[in-house]
């Protein structure tokens, strides 16, 4: 069965300071990954994905993320944070094998709380 | 309205009452889901339905009953709750095309239910 582990469930950070979260996933298929975040009082938003290709993903606000295969990680990474990236991170997998619908696997997710 | 709607966005009920979740999807998708946001816990997929048929049940009681009377729409109907089942309950959809590319998923904003 897959899992996902989110390691820090809470992040505090300075503004303009670097930020990473990290993300392990065990899995005996090949898999999709993906990290959403969820701003107060909001569903869900897809930050970035990885599905085949680049190791290396970039989101449009900055945040990055590298599929590691050998350590079966996918580490979420922002040079230098804001204020308004104060939110709730979820790393998700999905079954490749099972497409059509993606049936996806979240963490219990990291709170980033960015302070001035 | 656009995206993923959501009705009530909170929700208080005791034990004995019947109450229904209500989500509306405006972006031509097929597929739809209900996922269980709990404090401090990953979130648990429940239901999936795909052209208007359930095609996953990821073993949750019988007090909550789904329906999807079209791809547009997607109810959870609860009845006889517990504490236990007081959480944020997402709703997403998706595309299925076919059976060859990863359909991203898309939430609404979701119901904040506490159980008394």
């Known amino acids: 069965a897959q899992s996902v582990t989110q390691l820090d469930s809470q992040v505090p950070v300075f503004e303009e300071a670097p930020v990473e979260l990290r993300c392990n996933y065990s899995s005996s298929v090949s898999v999709y990954l993906f990290w959403y975040v969820q701003y107060p009082n909001q569903g869900l938003q897809l930050l970035l994905k990885?599905?085949?290709?680049?190791?290396l993903v970039e989101s449009i606000n900055g945040f990055e993320a590298e599929f590691n295969k050998s350590q079966t990680s996918f580490h979420l990474r922002k040079p230098s944070v804001h204020i308004s990236d104060t939110a709730e991170y979820f790393c998700?997998?999905?079954?490749?094998?099972?497409?059509?619908?993606?049936?996806?696997?979240f963490g219990a997710g990291t709170r980033l709380a960015v302070h001035p | 309205e656009t995206g993923v709607t959501q009705t009530p966005r909170h929700l208080v009920m005791g034990m004995t009452n019947k109450k229904s979740l209500k989500c509306e999807q405006h972006l031509g998708h097929n597929a739809m889901y209900w996922y269980k946001q709990s404090a401090k816990k990953p979130l648990e997929l429940m239901f999936v339905?795909?052209?208007?048929?359930?095609?996953e049940n990821n073993s949750v009681p019988s007090r909550f009953s789904p329906e999807c009377p079209n791809s547009s729409h997607l109810f959870l109907h609860l009845h006889t709750l517990q504490p236990e089942d007081s959480a944020l309950y997402l709703c997403?959809?998706?595309?299925?095309?076919?059976?060859?590319?990863?359909?991203?998923?898309?939430f609404g904003p979701g119901t904040r239910l506490t159980v008394l």
């Open positions: 998700a997998v999905s079954d490749t094998s099972r497409k059509g619908y993606n049936k996806l696997i």
């Open positions: 339905y795909n052209f208007k048929e359930q095609t």
């Open positions: 990885y599905l085949s290709g680049s190791t």
């Open positions: 997403a959809s998706s595309t299925h095309r076919d059976y060859s590319s990863y359909n991203e998923q898309f």
